[in-house]
């Protein structure tokens, strides 16, 4: 009897165990509901409540709540509080669209560990009976979607209310409108549960900004950034030396010295190689920056930072360089912005010839226009090669470009759409590019690429790549690429890639960039001597073939 009775204590004990949910599970569930009922609910989506103040409610709410069946009634309520939901007959109908379903996880709703049968039939039912029109919260322009009709709280700390709001309104728009939402080294799911606390727990404006540059980069993707004058400022400074340099090797070379309006000396000279600031190599300043920085790999990282590492709100910085064979330890004066005279340097050609022969063109993509291409490729057309700079931003020149280059139409690229009508799926179209065209160009089409080439760029060596006789050449590209959405978080100007975009086949590229034909990085010695080792390694090949 004694052993019976022990047993009935430890299965009340283990159930009561069971039956109890912590806070961040709670928020957890409360943050996934709220965004799911947004986004699914017909009235809701339809804009019919106001949204923000019916998290408000809930959130206070929860704290007088311990366990799973209080937590499923106030659900159920809630739920039913918005009004029935009319069957939907266009849903049940079968779509002709090729899906990607990579992002697609409403697998949470059946989680039985916290909703009990009545409030995962209600949410199930929700989902097969969601808003197939005009959305409330967001639309559709061109391509992309866009958010909308979203109240602003400013970007200041007011309340733990507020925060989470802020978190969960983000971590919802990367649930069903991010295409690269699978990719992020942490699963979305557990960057919930790792930022609720910290978000509860903010009390300060700078502690606000960080938590949310932080989240942030959680995405893993080069086109995000949060823009916050409060980190700019407090985590980066306001100063800087009056230098300018390059990045190889883990280390920056000094390549100008810029005049002060004061008449003070500079300490460093050009070809001064530092490798130590205040304290910490330049990897682990990339590391400790990186932190707030999002970027789709560890070269975007560095992309993103490198312009960052010598700011700084003192009046100094301690440097260790390496000149003339001799490591030394400079403290190097720092300067306001407004106090340091930046020379412009003269305009580069947009086309040119590379040797006198006129066997060789070279096409500035960051420069050259839409206009100017007809022009360019008269002078170019009889050239044996031409080698395409792509270590920059082009200005939409790509289709013009193509029909321009490339013999005939081909896929170029797959890009997923977002679906509006079913938020977190993706449909997916083949997209072609060029023209037939026996004049096309015959000779060797060079493209020069590096962590500089994303986005629109990344696309357009894709479309170069489908010349007969096309190779590339340099670092690995951004892996960043896809139309950006912009928006705004807690008042502060943000984006993301909005459309995911893969090789013909479905091969990716975000996060891994376009991988070159030929790799070659610069380094430290040659940019010392003023060489552009990407684009001699490109004269290299077309005079020996490899």
Same mark, same amino acid.
């Given at each position: ?9 430890l %299965? @009340? ?15 957890e ?21 106001n949204?923000?103040q ?18 499923n009634? @106030? ?11 009319? /069957? ?33 039939q209600?949410l ?7 808003? +197939? ?13 866009? %958010? ?8 200041? =700390? ?17 649930e ?10 942490q ?11 910290? %978000?509860?727990e ?11 540059a ?23 400074g306001?100063?800087t ?14 390549t ?11 300490? @460093?000279? /050009? ?19 990186g ?9 975007g990282?560095?992309?993103?930072v490198?312009?960052l590492?010598l ?22 004066k ?14 580069p050609?947009?086309w ?8 060789? !063109? ?10 100017d291409?007809?022009?360019?490729y ?25 029909k321009? @280059? ?8 797959? %890009?997923?759409?977002p679906?509006?009508? =079913?938020?977190?799926?993706f449909?997916?179209r ?31 060596t +894709? +479309? ?14 951004? !892996?960043?690429?896809g139309?950006?959405i ?11 890639? !909005? ?8 091969k990716?590229?975000?996060?891994i960039?376009i991988i ?25 090949y077309?005079?020996?073939?490899h």
């Amino acid at each position: 009897m004694r052993k019976f009775s022990l047993f009935i204590l430890l %299965f @009340l004990s283990l159930h009561f165990s069971a039956q109890n949910l912590s806070e961040v599970q709670k928020l957890e569930s409360l943050c996934k509901i709220w965004g799911f009922l947004k986004y699914y609910h017909p009235d809701v989506a339809k804009g019919t409540y106001n949204w923000d103040q019916q998290l408000f409610q809930k959130i206070d709410e929860l704290e007088k709540i311990s366990n799973k069946n209080q937590l499923n009634e @106030l659900y159920s309520n809630w739920i039913d509080s918005l009004g029935k939901v009319e /069957t939907c007959l266009p849903c049940q109908q079968e779509d002709s669209k090729i899906y990607f379903l990579k992002n697609f996880d409403l697998g949470w709703i059946n989680n039985q560990n916290i909703f009990t049968d009545n409030v995962v039939q209600k949410l199930n039912n929700i989902e097969k009976n969601r808003l +197939m029109g005009d959305h409330y919260y967001f639309g559709k322009g061109g391509r992309k979607i866009f %958010f909308r009709n979203e109240n602003s709280y400013g970007s200041k =700390y007011t309340s733990k209310q507020v925060s989470l709001l802020e978190l969960f309104r983000y971590w919802n728009y990367v649930e069903y409108f991010f295409p690269y939402k699978y990719e992020t080294d942490q699963n979305w799911n557990e960057v919930l549960t790792e930022m609720i606390p910290k %978000f509860a727990e903010i009390n300060n404006d700078t502690a606000y900004h960080l938590t949310l540059a932080e989240l942030v980069t959680k995405v893993d993707d080069s086109h995000a950034f949060l823009f916050s004058p409060l980190i700019s400022l407090n985590q980066y400074g306001r100063r800087t030396i009056p230098v300018e340099y390059k990045y190889a090797e883990g280390k920056l070379v000094v390549t100008i010295i810029n005049p002060i309006k004061f008449d003070e000396p500079n300490l @460093l000279k /050009t070809g001064d190689v530092i490798y130590d600031i205040n304290g910490k190599t330049i990897p682990q300043m990339v590391n400790s920056l990186g932190k707030y920085i999002p970027a789709s790999n560890s070269w975007g990282k560095v992309k993103k930072v490198k312009n960052l590492l010598l700011f700084s709100n003192h009046d100094s910085i301690d440097l260790k360089l390496e000149r003339n064979g001799q490591n030394l330890a400079l403290k190097i004066k720092t300067y306001l912005l407004r106090d340091i005279v930046h020379e412009k340097n003269s305009q580069p050609e947009k086309w040119k010839y590379l040797d006198k022969s006129r066997k060789t !063109g070279y096409v500035n993509m960051e420069l050259i226009e839409r206009e100017d291409l007809d022009e360019m490729y008269a002078s170019l057309k009889n050239t044996e090669s031409i080698i395409f700079d792509l270590r920059n931003y082009p200005r939409q020149t790509i289709l013009p470009l193509s029909k321009l @280059l490339l013999p005939e139409n081909t896929i170029y690229y797959q %890009f997923n759409y977002p679906e509006t009508h =079913y938020p977190g799926k993706f449909y997916i179209r083949k997209n072609s590019i060029g023209r037939k065209n026996s004049e096309y160009y015959k000779g060797n089409v060079v493209v020069l690429v590096d962590e500089n080439t994303q986005s629109q760029a990344e696309t357009t060596t +894709m +479309m170069f790549k489908q010349h007969p006789k096309a190779k590339i050449i340099g670092s690995y590209t951004s !892996g960043a690429n896809g139309d950006i959405i912009r928006f705004k978080i807690a008042d502060l100007d943000t984006s993301f890639t !909005g459309l995911g975009a893969y090789y013909p086949d479905g091969k990716e590229t975000q996060r891994i960039g376009i991988i070159p034909d030929i790799i070659i990085q610069p380094t430290v010695a040659g940019i010392r001597k003023g060489k552009d080792e990407v684009l001699e390694r490109a004269l290299e090949y077309l005079k020996t073939g490899h």
